[in-house]
């Protein structure tokens, strides 16, 4: 069936570096791609998203760039603080409806 | 304020009891879903919803049951509760169409089964 893999599945960087997680999704009919960040006991929230149209999009410190041929997406945090810490999670539609695959998260940890 | 609401927010409960999560959004969203998440972990979905008297099962196998009577309304409902039932679960709601299909969560019930 289809999936979505997640690496890495723990991130450790001092605060000011980069961050980096990389998806790749199994299905060629997925057309919408999210990302969530998770904190310790609270909600997924949506960060940033994109669509299969776009190969890049860009929202303050943090971007996601789409590759449809390779199937795979990746989530970038740039200036990382204390605060972005969390469990982040890529989701890749079913198909074309409204469901969602998740990968199995990557917990980033920004040390100060 | 628009938002999704899950009580309770913990339970625990003993072997064999029956026991409904409850779900409620003021987003006026059509579309609403059930996670299955365990801490830190990947999100399973078990059921979805997208509209009034619409159920599917979702991808996780799930002995539980899910009934949409109103919009705003996506009860949980387990007959009789098992230990490998103890996880967390997360209730969420999205838009009807393409342009606004974020789904946004509720704060989750955590279940313990002994």
Redesign the interface.
Same mark, same amino acid.
Request: aromatic share 18%; glycine share 14%.
């Given at each position: 069936?289809e999936n979505v893999e997640q690496h890495p599945s723990t991130l450790s960087v001092q605060e000011g570096d980069s961050a980096v997680i990389k998806c790749t999704y199994s299905d060629s009919a997925s057309n919408?791609f999210?990302w969530y960040k998770q904190e310790l006991g609270? *909600?997924?929230?949506?960060i940033i998203?994109i669509r299969s149209n776009v190969g890049e999009k860009k929202d303050q410190r943090i971007a996601v760039t789409l590759n449809k041929t390779a199937k795979h997406f990746s989530l970038h945090i740039t200036e990382t603080q204390p605060e972005d810490s969390a469990?982040y #999670?890529c989701a890749a539609?079913?198909g074309s409806s409204?469901?969602?695959? #998740?990968?199995?998260?990557t *917990?980033l940890l920004v040390r100060p | 304020e628009a938002d999704i609401y899950q009580t309770p927010r913990y339970l625990v409960i003993g072997t064999g009891k029956k026991i409904t999560l409850e779900c409620s959004q003021t987003m006026g969203h059509d579309k609403m879903y059930w996670y299955q998440q365990d801490p830190g972990m990947e999100l399973h979905l078990i059921h979805y919803s997208y509209g009034v008297n619409s159920t599917e099962k979702g991808d996780l196998s799930s002995e539980s049951t899910v009934s949409r009577i109103r919009t705003e309304h996506f009860p949980l409902t387990l007959e009789s509760a098992r230990p490998s039932h103890t996880s967390q679960y997360l209730c969420a709601s999205s838009e009807g169409d393409r342009a606004q299909e974020t789904q946004y969560f509720g704060p989750g019930t955590r279940l313990l089964v002994l």
């Open positions: 069936g919408y999210p609270k *909600r997924p929230q949506l998203d469990v #999670f539609s079913k409204y469901k969602l695959i #998740f990968g199995s998260g *917990r | -």
